[in-house]
T-cell receptor
Framework: DGGITQSPKYLFRKEGQNVTLSCEQN?????MYWYRQDPGQGLRLIYY???????QKGDIAEGYSVSREKKESFPLTVTSAQKNPTAFYLC?????????????FGDGTRLSIL | AQKITQTQPGMFVQEKEAVTLDCTYD???????LFWYKQPSSGEMIFLIY??????QNATEGRDSLNFQKARKSANLVISASQLGDSAMYFC??????????????FGKGTKLSVIP
């Protein structure tokens, strides 16, 4: 079955530590996205990538980094510069970034501070 | 910039009844898309329905329909014959041009729907 796989489902970070969230898709989609969701809030865009080896900052990119070396993979690193990383992180993909293309989401990763 | 407003933090509906979830939007773009997503307690976001700004007919998908009133900038989701499995958070989102040749999604804060047996 085609879909988006995020791992791990739960992740704990120590102070000063970088952690990487994995996102893999087998939908052959060109565009991929990372969102952050805080309790009682909607989703906010961290980074997006329209094509391999290219990515753009979203609304809340500070303290995060990404790479897009393969079409299928778009890992997100939460760096020690992100002072409030506790949140639910969702990865998404779409065939392109056109107006009428819905984004399809993974199951998410819950990140907490130890 | 785009904005979505969902004024109902929580809604209750009796099983088998219809329910309307409100969504108003703000954009200066003439071309845009409106989306509704469902988020169960497990966390995944499930795409429900799409309406384009130039679509004259309201979108429908199974028991879901989108009541699009362009002049009022309103895109309400109507769920007919509610089922217990419809209990979830529901998010309205708008997709409009955000520069660099791409269209980005802006989400509202969501409405929590609870279906009562």
């Amino acid at each position: 079955d085609g879909g988006i796989t995020q791992s791990p489902k739960y992740l704990f970070r120590k102070e000063g530590q970088n952690v990487t969230l994995s996102c893999e898709q087998n939908l052959n989609h060109d565009a991929m996205y990372w969102y952050r969701q805080d309790p009682g809030q909607g989703l906010r865009l961290i980074y997006y990538s329209q094509i391999v080896n290219d990515f753009q900052k979203g609304d809340i990119a500070e303290g995060y980094s990404v790479s897009r070396e393969k079409k299928e993979s778009f890992p997100l690193t939460v760096t020690s510069a992100q002072k409030n990383p506790t949140a639910f992180y969702l990865c998404a993909s779409s065939p392109g970034t056109g107006l009428n293309q819905p984004q399809h989401f993974g199951d998410g990763t819950r990140l907490s501070i130890l | 910039a785009q904005k979505i407003t969902q004024t109902q933090p929580g809604m209750f509906v009796q099983e088998k009844e219809a329910v309307t979830l409100d969504c108003t939007y703000d954009t200066s773009d003439q071309s845009y898309g409106l989306f509704w997503y469902k988020q169960p307690s497990s966390g995944e976001m499930i795409f429900l329905i799409y309406q384009g700004s130039y679509d004259e007919q309201n979108a429908t998908e199974g028991r879901d329909s989108l009541n699009f009133q362009k002049a009022r900038k309103s895109a309400n989701l109507v769920i007919s014959a509610s089922q217990l499995g419809d209990s979830a958070m529901y998010f309205c989102a708008i997709r409009a041009y955000s520069g660099a040749g791409s269209y980005q999604l802006t989400f509202g804060k969501g409405t929590k729907l609870s279906v009562i047996p």
